[in-house]
């Protein structure tokens, strides 16, 4: 495989535009933020990613403070075009190309309505004249996330083969599992596989721990509120655990019909188990809350990588996760994947985790920390990522000077 400095070498920097829902100072939208900050971070010196998203966070009805809405916006990593919700799609994205040459359009969703579905379709109807367009599903394919609405997700992806909506569209996977995901749904799809880019927050091995209570386990759940997370899944697995469990839920309530249905399932839960919910949590509050805790379970019905699940591992938490997600079992228990709907293994997995003395929690922090690491340093998801944007722009050679952030 060729180095990033082969590739920027050989190809110069190409300019892409992004399409996504939510971006910073956003974090609601969760992981997909994450990941084109990192992205626009990492890529920096090769490519020039454009960012154009709504105005306000998720279920926000306010824009941000202190930026302009349907006009570009210049942050330390980059141009943002924040867009007013009535403008958000197509209407403002033929306003914030305008006089700009773009080599890719990224589209960051595939059932998005306004992110995606009408841009794809433009894409079709306008055939050439747009730029190559790269959609990535962030697991949107999985088959867990396919279940949820199904019916309409079903009516709109047989219209979409029909007609041929996709046929020239490339696509993004995040993992080979992704990959076979996109494959099972659009047989004829043009993939490039490039991991999700991460960073470590913790970079050294002397990160300090709140002790394990001797008789309680303290579980965490961070995600959004939404069938896809399968909160309502985890009540169910803790109405059978024995040992003295405090679940506290922190996360935005997406789904109040799904969000009420949790809550009826927390009065069934029984004496020794406590629930209790956090709110949200900023960005910067993710870290040090994770360490506060013995055990991440996240019994996800579908990720595409699953930031969430990192970032508990650089906070030195153990994991319990499905299979339903890239990540694999490490034999140091640093953490656990277990199918979502075993709720005799979820059950006994809790009570093992339960009844482990302090020291043995620390080895399993630690294990978790080392995991994270590793996963930094075996990754050649930078050079991957690099080369999928190049692959589609076709990029001819040009030599262009280095950027830095800031």
Same mark, same amino acid.
């Given at each position: 495989m060729q180095s990033i400095k082969e590739l920027n070498k050989n190809k110069g920097r190409i300019s892409v535009f992004c399409v996504t829902d939510y971006y910073i100072p956003g974090y609601l939208g969760g992981g997909p933020i994450t990941t084109l900050y990192n992205m626009r971070y990492q890529l920096l010196n090769h490519v020039d990613l454009s960012i154009y998203t709504r105005d306000r966070d998720l279920g926000g009805i306010t824009p941000y403070d202190g930026i302009k809405s349907n006009e570009w916006t210049k942050l330390p990593d980059g141009p943002v075009f924040y867009t007013s919700p009535n403008y958000f799609g197509w209407p403002g994205l033929i306003r914030a190309k305008k006089d700009k040459h773009?080599?890719?359009?990224?589209?960051?969703?595939?059932?998005?309505?306004?992110?995606?579905?009408?841009?794809?379709?433009?894409?079709?109807?306008?055939?050439?004249?747009?730029?190559?367009?790269?959609?990535?599903?962030?697991? %949107?394919?999985?088959?867990?996330?396919?279940? /949820?609405?199904?019916?309409?997700?079903? /009516?709109?992806?047989?219209?979409?083969?029909?007609?041929?909506?996709?046929?020239?569209?490339?696509?993004?996977?995040?993992?080979?599992? %992704?990959?076979?995901?996109?494959?099972?749904?659009?047989?004829?799809?043009?993939?490039?596989?490039?991991?999700?880019?991460?960073?470590?927050?913790?970079?050294?091995?002397?990160?300090?721990?709140?002790n394990k209570k001797t008789d309680t386990l303290q579980i965490i759940f961070i995600s959004r509120i939404s069938p896809k997370k399968n909160l309502d899944g985890l009540l169910k697995i803790l109405t059978k655990v024995n040992s003295k469990v405090d679940l506290d839920v922190y996360g935005p309530q997406e789904d109040s019909n799904y969000w009420k249905k949790c809550l009826d399932l927390s009065k069934n839960l029984p004496r020794n188990v406590k629930f209790k919910y956090c709110g949200e949590l900023t960005p910067n509050e993710i870290n040090s809350t994770f360490k506060k805790y013995d055990l991440f379970a996240f019994p996800t019905h579908g990720e595409n990588f699953g930031h969430v699940i990192f970032e508990s591992l650089c906070a030195g938490t153990p994991v319990i996760t499905t299979n339903e997600t890239p990540w694999k079992e490490d034999p140091s228990s640093g953490i656990r994947i277990l199918p979502p709907n075993d709720l005799s293994a979820w059950k006994n997995c809790i009570e093992e985790y339960s009844h482990l003395t302090p020291e043995e929690f620390l080895d399993r922090r630690q294990s978790a920390l080392r995991y994270a690491k590793k996963y930094l340093e075996s990754s050649l998801a930078t050079q991957d990522n690099l080369k999928m944007f190049f692959d589609v722009a076709e990029a001819p050679f040009k030599i262009l000077p280095t950027k830095t952030f800031g």
């Amino acid at each position: 495989m060729q180095s990033i400095k082969e590739l920027n070498k050989n190809k110069g920097r190409i300019s892409v535009f992004c399409v996504t829902d939510y971006y910073i100072p956003g974090y609601l939208g969760g992981g997909p933020i994450t990941t084109l900050y990192n992205m626009r971070y990492q890529l920096l010196n090769h490519v020039d990613l454009s960012i154009y998203t709504r105005d306000r966070d998720l279920g926000g009805i306010t824009p941000y403070d202190g930026i302009k809405s349907n006009e570009w916006t210049k942050l330390p990593d980059g141009p943002v075009f924040y867009t007013s919700p009535n403008y958000f799609g197509w209407p403002g994205l033929i306003r914030a190309k305008k006089d700009k040459h773009f080599d890719v359009i990224y589209l960051n969703s595939f059932f998005s309505y306004r992110a995606s579905i009408s841009i794809a379709i433009r894409g079709w109807l306008y055939k050439n004249k747009l730029p190559p367009i790269l959609l990535a599903p962030r697991g %949107e394919f999985s088959r867990g996330a396919l279940s /949820i609405k199904s019916f309409k997700k079903k /009516i709109y992806l047989a219209f979409s083969r029909f007609l041929g909506i996709y046929r020239n569209i490339h696509w993004h996977a995040s993992t080979q599992s %992704e990959a076979a995901d996109i494959i099972r749904v659009i047989p004829d799809a043009k993939i490039h596989t490039a991991a999700d880019l991460v960073t470590l927050q913790d970079d050294n091995q002397s990160v300090q721990f709140n002790n394990k209570k001797t008789d309680t386990l303290q579980i965490i759940f961070i995600s959004r509120i939404s069938p896809k997370k399968n909160l309502d899944g985890l009540l169910k697995i803790l109405t059978k655990v024995n040992s003295k469990v405090d679940l506290d839920v922190y996360g935005p309530q997406e789904d109040s019909n799904y969000w009420k249905k949790c809550l009826d399932l927390s009065k069934n839960l029984p004496r020794n188990v406590k629930f209790k919910y956090c709110g949200e949590l900023t960005p910067n509050e993710i870290n040090s809350t994770f360490k506060k805790y013995d055990l991440f379970a996240f019994p996800t019905h579908g990720e595409n990588f699953g930031h969430v699940i990192f970032e508990s591992l650089c906070a030195g938490t153990p994991v319990i996760t499905t299979n339903e997600t890239p990540w694999k079992e490490d034999p140091s228990s640093g953490i656990r994947i277990l199918p979502p709907n075993d709720l005799s293994a979820w059950k006994n997995c809790i009570e093992e985790y339960s009844h482990l003395t302090p020291e043995e929690f620390l080895d399993r922090r630690q294990s978790a920390l080392r995991y994270a690491k590793k996963y930094l340093e075996s990754s050649l998801a930078t050079q991957d990522n690099l080369k999928m944007f190049f692959d589609v722009a076709e990029a001819p050679f040009k030599i262009l000077p280095t950027k830095t952030f800031g």
